[in-house]
T-cell receptor
Framework: GIQVEQSPPDLILQEGANSTLRCNFS?????LQWFHQNPWGQLINLFY???GTKQNGRLSATTVATERYSLLYISSSQTTDSGVYFC??????????FGTGTRLQVFP | DTGVSQDPRHKITKRGQNVTFRCDPI?????LYWYRQTLGQGPEFLTY????????KSRLLSDRFSAERPKGSFSTLEIQRTEQGDSAMYLC???????????????FGPGTRLTVT
């Protein structure tokens, strides 16, 4: 099955800093989603991005499907950005395969 | 609120008891998924339905687990004879039925956190 690796596993930032989270996957995909899991466990949809680039406010994401990676950019980070960020992928299957996540802590 | 809802949000049970969780998907979505998440890990797929038909089950879904979606709307996940290893967050998601060869975004509920003592 498809393997998903996320890096870095942990990230500590000061408020206002920028960061890049990476997701590598081992095979072709036609579904890729980025999520933010808040401290209560809710998975919040950030991007549905099997390919290309999207932006939403301070967040943007790029997926290069041919090279099997996706990047999530967070600019001007805020304390409310803290939590775990997951990348999840799928290919012609209805299940998502999740990475182990990047734990982000933003300090004031 | 038109998102995915789950009930209960928390459940504490003693080993050996049976528990049942409920998921209500987004109303126009005919696909419904169950995932399980243990501490420090990403969610893992358990099973999914298209309308009332259960189309795929993970090997994680032992014979103590059963899921139903009798009328193609809400779904239940039952765990019989719970074990301490069943302690986890149980997440439900829904999506529209994808077009042939395509996929759609999945939306997750708040989860049910199960603690088996």
């Amino acid at each position: 099955g498809i393997q998903v690796e996320q890096s870095p596993p942990d990230l500590i930032l000061q408020e206002g800093a920028n960061s890049t989270l990476r997701c590598n996957f081992s095979d072709s995909v036609n579904n890729l989603q980025w999520f933010h899991q808040n401290p209560w466990g809710q998975l919040i949809n950030l991007f549905y991005i099997p390919s290309g680039t999207k932006q939403n406010g301070r967040l943007s994401a790029t997926t290069v499907a041919t090279e099997r990676y996706s990047l999530l950019y967070i600019s001007s980070s805020q304390t409310t950005d803290s939590g775990v960020y997951f990348c999840a992928v799928g290919y012609n299957t209805d299940k998502l395969i999740f990475g182990t996540g990047t734990r982000l802590q933003v300090f004031p | 609120d038109t998102g995915v809802s789950q009930d209960p949000r928390h459940k504490i049970t003693k080993r050996g008891q049976n528990v049942t969780f409920r998921c209500d998907p987004i109303s126009e979505h005919n696909r419904l998924y169950w995932y399980r998440q243990t501490l420090g890990q990403g969610p893992e797929f358990l099973t999914y339905f298209q309308n009332e038909a259960q189309l795929e089950k993970s090997r994680l879904l032992s014979d103590r687990f059963s899921a139903e979606r009798p009328k193609g709307s809400f779904s239940t996940l039952e765990i019989q004879r719970t074990e301490q290893g069943d302690s986890a967050m149980y997440l439900c998601a829904s999506s529209p039925e994808p077009r042939r060869g395509g996929t759609y975004e999945q939306y997750f509920g708040p989860g049910t956190r199960l603690t088996v003592t």
